[in-house]
């Protein structure tokens, strides 16, 4: 079974930076797609960033673009998501999903949750002004 687990969420100030880590396990192969979703109180869900385990190639929303940074570990079933200067409007629930995918089909599941197919628990995100 596919598990996927996230934690790196806190409260920062403004302007502040944090981590976040997924851990993925259950996979077969390298054809599969971590990305990172938020979703802040009343709003929907919405795809932030993801990377293709088996090239590295890599989605950014418009939103985070040039502020937040993905990339895969060492261990190469890991994902970080480093995320600089963070605003208020971050705050959100921040949750790592995956799916079974080429490289090239980074681009069109990454905006969507519906793209996704396998989920871990949020992890809280909260940015003070």
């Known amino acids: 079974d596919v598990q996927l687990q996230a934690s790196g969420g806190g409260l920062v100030q403004a302007g502040g930076s944090l981590r976040l880590s997924c851990a993925a396990s259950?996979?077969?192969?390298?054809?599969?797609?971590i990305g990172w979703f938020r979703q802040a109180p009343g709003k929907e869900r919405v795809g932030l960033s993801c990377?293709?385990?088996?090239?590295?190639?890599?989605y950014y929303a418009d939103s985070v673009k040039g502020r937040f940074t993905i990339s895969s570990g060492n261990a190469k079933n890991t994902v970080y998501l480093q995320m600089n200067s963070l605003k208020p409007e971050d705050r959100a629930l921040y949750y790592c999903?995956?799916?079974?995918?080429?490289?090239?089909?980074?681009?069109?599941?990454?905006?969507?949750?519906?793209?996704?197919?396998?989920w871990g628990k949020g992890t809280l995100v909260t940015v003070s002004s």
């Open positions: 990377i293709s385990m088996s090239d590295g190639s890599t």
């Open positions: 999903a995956a799916v079974e995918a080429t490289a090239g089909e980074v681009h069109w599941r990454c905006p969507s949750p519906y793209g996704m197919g396998y």
């Open positions: 259950g996979f077969t192969s390298d054809d599969y797609v």
